[in-house]
């Protein structure tokens, strides 16, 4: 039964307007779906993201918790009302100058917080703005250049437009992230458009018959379909390996993880509102779930998977030399054990699209990370050729790995071609954390010797990795643990092994780095134990054992082109030990509060382990002189479209306002694989700078040759430059040798904390972080990237812990708020990469990996506490320090 309507008159960005509502609607939702206004974003519809911040007469408020009956003669100020015409607010052009928009999806809240400020304080310090952007999270900026632009704005600086590489080029696309134009995946949709919704298990195990449907559609007229598992017409198995295709879009008589999708409900918004779970018959047999590892890999576990002989889905390793012989003979042994958590995105923006059936054709319009991944597993579930299906990427909420696999795309697309209507599907919060992926927790046993003079010379190193229900990236996982298990050090006898383990859990998939910042907790609290034990000082234990170029790796590859590791060390030097020798000052006053500086460093390799992945991009120029680069990589706020812009315009030798650019939409565009490992700069800028080198040979070859005299050869243009990239890898034999990546980046990290010993509540005060990135392309973008990594270290080190149906929201479920983040101090360490586009690498792993390490590295030299298990929640701190306590 709906809700009876009422006229609510209020005031919106200045104009007054009447709406015929329900007086309990959300404000946020009759500001987007009444009013159009969508730069206001729903993250959680409960109070907790500040995505739908607006200002509300005079104070900041949040839209999804206020019914519009209570703002009827009111004024209400949307992100939209901050611009005139086309003059951006002084707020939003600080936003664009200082790179303080990544993905933009908590943008508007931010501005709108921060809007709500500088009404009431025009020079705000920093702990204003701390306080009045509190409520508003982010999780892709790590807020320090979201508070340096607040408190720009006595002093604004402008961001650079006319240059290529090495430039501070504000995002080329950056100003519909700060005006509410962007189209994220729940922000367009056609006005005859159904709405879907999955009913997902309560259960983490069960088997389920389903019951007739009949009485549902009686009670429910406008229920349009239930879908079911035998409704999809093709496979229903997808995955992202082509062996390893295991996961249903529908369940088919049995779910595996507590949020897997059973059926879909399709039907007009209201019906599908108005419909509870509990009227879907599904009859379970509940089983019991086999939670955890240790029960993953017990001998009479119940198999998940029929296809396996065990749980195990799969195995890595990497061995080289004889690591016992060579410990038995070392002057140092550190050995430990460590744990980690289930770790959840996060993004802000929810799972979202719509998609409909043209012809034979399906066209889906939704947030992903992998536009031609997603084109190809939708045709294997749809049944189809790819070429009938297209992939019109939306603007990207953060993705972190989260939006590599499907979700709401096969749903929507089956929908809409069984029904040969538009159909939308918006994930709620809770429903976004229990049914994505999660980075894999893991168990992880380190051993590692050194000698006298404090060379390494061995490591012992296994790891089991909780893959959840379903493959997803676990064989990522599985094959880059190893490789990089020695850490960025210099290490002749390795034996390093890996397994992913199936159970009732959430299917753990790519999560910024891929296992390796579970592996650096290990290694690193390794170099610290053996740095001690032989005297040395941990920097320069490091220092001692970092790889550089001309180093073999534990796979056998001799470093080339770029390893600056040693030169990020240099650079931390001084901090260290002037941030050291304070602490051990400050704690010999005495109290409670102890700080400790620790230190960690990293490595990662640069796309993907040793297997082609190619990027291919075109780059063309119209008769009226447009130039148009048609990019498949996908930008996720992390700015590959800028990158590349700049990349191009480099080497057209053009400015890179002269560049237009088409993205990801897999009708226009070449595949420039997927948005991950890092590899967009290294691999897709490569193609781009090839397909620009071709382009203006092309246009030197024609000299002064009229363009609009010329024939079109390709999408609108009369000349088209062609350029593709795949990093030289090799396969690894069964000792994992070989060449996994073509490059790797490096960084060390220092963390200062202060931790309370009666509390156990630790605070990060403070993050020196140095990053060989090879070349900077762009200076405010890496940065970015590095505060977003850092925020997400810092989370994983203290916080965050997704345990399912109990943090399936972002109020039980703790990601860094704003306060979290201390200042930053960062250190481009340009070591050329000869084989980057202008000697560049990537960033987008490298700055979360050692900063958890650094921080409990910090909490050891605070404390003499030892943790081996993150997050290090003050209940842990608390207990493992009254252990310690004789
Ligand atoms: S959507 Fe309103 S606080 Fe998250
Ligand atoms: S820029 Fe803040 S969530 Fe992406």
């Not at 590899?679 to 080198?693: D, H, I």
Request: a negative charge; one cysteine or more.
């Amino acid at each position: 039964m709906s809700a009876p309507m009422q006229r609510v008159t209020l005031t919106v960005n200045g104009r007054a307007v009447a709406l015929d509502v329900d007086p309990m609607t959300r404000l946020s939702d009759a500001l987007r779906e009444e009013l159009g206004l969508t730069g206001t974003k729903i993250g959680c519809n409960a109070g907790d993201c500040g995505a739908c911040t607006v200002r509300l007469d005079a104070a900041q408020v949040c839209a999804c918790l206020i019914a519009v009956g209570q703002v009827a003669g009111r004024s209400v100020v949307t992100v939209e009302g901050l611009a005139q015409g086309a003059q951006l607010s002084s707020l939003q052009a600080a936003f664009h100058a200082h790179g303080a928009a990544q993905c933009g999806i908590c943008t508007p809240g931010m501005l709108m917080a921060a809007d709500d400020l500088l009404a009431r304080n025009p020079a705000p310090d920093e702990a204003a703005v701390l306080d009045a952007l509190g409520g508003v999270l982010c999780r892709c900026t790590g807020y320090r250049k979201i508070v340096e632009a607040v408190l720009s704005l006595e002093n604004p600086r402008p961001a650079d437009s006319e240059f290529g590489v090495g430039a501070r080029l504000a995002k080329v696309d950056g100003i519909a992230k700060l005006t509410g134009a962007e189209r994220f995946g729940a922000d367009a949709w056609p006005a005859d458009a159904l709405m879907l919704r999955a009913v997902r298990s309560p259960h983490a195990a069960a088997r389920f018959t389903l019951g007739d449907f009949a009485p549902l559609h009686a009670g429910h007229p406008g229920l349009r379909r239930v879908l079911t598992a035998r409704d999809v017409p093709g496979s229903n198995a997808f995955g992202i390996y082509p062996t390893g295709k295991d996961q249903p879009v529908l369940a088919d008589g049995e779910v595996r993880y507590r949020g897997e999708a059973v059926v879909a409900l399709v039907g007009d918004d209201a019906t599908i509102a108005a419909i509870s779970d509990d009227e879907v018959p599904i009859h379970w047999t509940v089983l019991t779930p086999i939670i955890g590892i240790a029960a993953g890999l017990a001998p009479d576990a119940r198999k998940l998977h029929a296809h396996l002989a065990d749980n195990v889905l799969v195995r890595g390793r990497v061995a080289c030399g004889d690591p016992e012989a060579a410990q038995a003979k070392a002057a140092a042994v550190a050995s430990g054990s460590f744990e980690t958590a289930f770790v959840e995105h996060a993004y802000i923006e929810p799972e979202a699209g719509w998609a409909r059936r043209v012809g034979d054709r399906i066209e889906i319009f939704a947030t992903t990370q992998t536009p031609y991944m997603d084109r190809d597993e939708i045709a294997h579930v749809m049944g189809l050729a790819p070429t009938q299906v297209r992939i019109i990427p939306s603007a990207v909420g953060g993705g972190f790995g989260g939006k590599l696999d499907l979700s709401v795309q096969p749903l929507i697309a089956i929908a809409a071609w069984h029904l040969r209507q538009p159909v939308r599907c918006v994930y709620t919060r809770p429903e976004s954390m229990a049914s994505s992926t999660k980075r894999h927790p893991a168990r992880i046993s380190a051993r590692f010797a050194a000698a006298r003079d404090g060379k390494l010379v061995s490591a012992v190193f296994h790891g089991d990795f909780n893959t959840g229900a379903y493959a997803s990236w676990g064989p990522t996982v599985a094959n880059r643990v190893p490789v990089h298990a020695t850490g960025p050090y210099a290490v002749p006898n390795v034996r390093a092994t890996s397994c992913a383990v199936h159970t009732n859990e959430p299917p753990a998939g790519a999560f910024r780095g891929f296992g390796v910042p579970q592996a650096a907790i290990a290694h690193e609290t390794m170099m610290d134990e053996l740095a001690a034990q032989l005297g040395i000082d941990a920097l320069e234990f490091r220092h001692r054992n970092a790889l550089k170029v001309g180093s073999i790796t534990a796979s056998g590859q001799r470093l080339e082109g770029s390893a600056g590791l040693q030169a990020c060390l240099d650079a931390l030097r001084p901090r260290w030990r002037m941030l050291r020798a304070a602490a051990d000052s400050f704690n010999g006053k005495g109290g409670v509060l102890r700080r400790g500086v620790g230190i960690a460093c990293m490595w990662y390799g640069i796309g993907n382990t040793s297997m082609s992945n190619p990027s291919e991009m075109e780059i063309g120029v119209a008769r009226d002189g447009t130039i148009t680069l048609f990019s498949g990589a996908l930008d996720i706020g992390q700015g590959s479209n800028t990158i590349m812009t700049q990349i191009a315009a480099e080497a057209l030798g053009v400015a890179p306002s002269r560049i237009r650019l088409v993205t990801g939409d897999t009708d226009l565009t070449r595949d420039a694989g997927k948005t991950s490992a890092s590899r967009q700069t290294f691999v897709s800028g490569n193609a781009v700078k090839a397909a620009a080198e071709d382009l203006r040979g092309q246009l030197e070859r024609l000299g002064n040759v009229d363009l609009s005299a010329l024939p079109e050869v390709a999408k609108g243009c009369v000349a088209m430059g062609t350029g593709r990239y795949d990093p030289p890898t090799t396969a690894l034999d069964g000792d994992g040798q070989g060449v996994p990546y073509a490059t790797y980046g490096f960084a060390a990290q220092l963390a200062l904390i202060e931790l309370d010993i009666e509390l156990g509540t630790t605070r990060v005060l403070r993050i020196v972080a140095a990053h060989d990135v090879g070349r900077a392309i762009n200076p405010t973008q890496v940065e970015g990237q590095i505060h977003g990594g850092i925020a997400q270290g810092i989370g994983l080190a203290l916080m965050e812990e997704y345990q399912p149906g109990r943090t399936e929201n972002l109020h039980d479920y703790l990601i860094p708020t704003i306060g979290d983040v201390p200042p930053i101090e960062i250190f481009l360490i340009e070591d050329p990469e000869t084989r980057g586009p202008y000697g560049a690498k990537g960033i987008g792993e490298p700055a979360l990996i050692p900063t958890a390490p650094a921080i409990l590295g910090a909490i050891h030299h605070a404390t003499g506490l030892r943790l081996r298990q993150v997050p290090a929640t003050p209940d842990r701190v608390r207990a493992a320090l009254r252990a310690m306590t004789p």
